[in-house]
């Protein structure tokens, strides 16, 4: 089961910078938190990932809070093909190899012209 | 150029039927996994290989047989196919157990008749 809750829906203008938060309060330690999107007909992609640290990538940023108990995907300056449903995930880097990414329901980000 | 590629595309069978579906990459991963998509959008794990050994089943019906004949390769084979089996099936590869992200193919769109 999904251990993080996102909002289903979101829209934001072009141009704009588009915030996703996701919480995930029951996070351990050894967790990662990842963040994947699926563009429609498209297979997931994966955007960025951290464990508590601010994390910056040529895609998005990642802010996790100080108690990491949730965290905020920014895409700085969203594009139509942002559009997407976006999945935070959280995914413990040690759990061996029946370790598994377990994707929940998501955040439809509709980017407007 | 593709990392992680999948055949057909698209298949359209009758019930009954045993097909399957293809999945290569050449990203030099060491796991692989086929992931469902059902027609409410939830994606599923269905199956994990570490360098060819199954790592994951998750409770599939034994109607699907995945097979890894070397690591760069994981193919499903699905018998007696039934309605409920219509899904779209995404293969993805990942370097050990994915604490760099997985990497997802485009996705097979199964439609049993």
């Known amino acids: 089961d999904a251990k993080t809750t996102q909002p289903p829906s979101m829209d934001c203008a072009e141009g704009r910078a588009a915030n996703l938060p996701c919480n995930h309060s029951?996070?351990?330690?050894?967790?990662?938190v990842y963040w994947y999107r699926q563009i429609h007909s498209q297979g997931p992609q994966y955007i960025i990932h951290?464990?508590?640290n601010n994390e910056t990538n040529e895609m998005a940023s990642l802010i996790i809070t100080e108690d990491r108990k949730s965290s905020t995907l920014i895409l700085p300056h969203a594009t139509l093909r942002d559009t997407a449903v976006y999945y935070c995930?959280?995914?413990?880097?040690?759990?061996?190899?029946?370790?598994?990414?377990?994707f929940g329901t998501g955040t439809l980000l509709a980017v407007q012209p | 150029d593709t990392a992680v590629s999948q055949t057909p595309k698209y298949l359209v069978t009758q019930m009954g039927n045993d097909k399957s579906i293809k999945c290569e990459q050449n990203?030099?991963?060491?796991?692989m996994y086929w992931y469902k998509q059902d027609s409410k959008k939830f994606l599923k794990i269905m199956f994990s290989?570490?360098?060819?050994?199954?790592?994951i089943n998750e409770t599939v019906p034994n109607r699907f047989s995945p097979k890894s004949p070397d690591k760069a390769h994981l193919n499903l084979h699905i018998n007696s196919l039934e309605l409920g089996d219509s899904a779209v099936y995404f293969c993805?590869?990942?370097?050990?157990?994915?604490?760099?992200?997985?990497?997802f193919g485009s996705g097979t769109r199964l439609t049993v008749v």
């Open positions: 993805a590869s990942s370097q050990g157990q994915g604490e760099r992200g997985y990497t």
């Open positions: 029951t996070i351990s330690g050894n967790e990662y």
């Open positions: 951290g464990l508590k």
């Open positions: 995930i959280v995914f413990n880097n040690y759990g061996g190899a029946t370790n598994k990414l377990i």
């Open positions: 990203l030099g991963h060491d796991t």
């Open positions: 290989y570490n360098n060819k050994e199954l790592i």
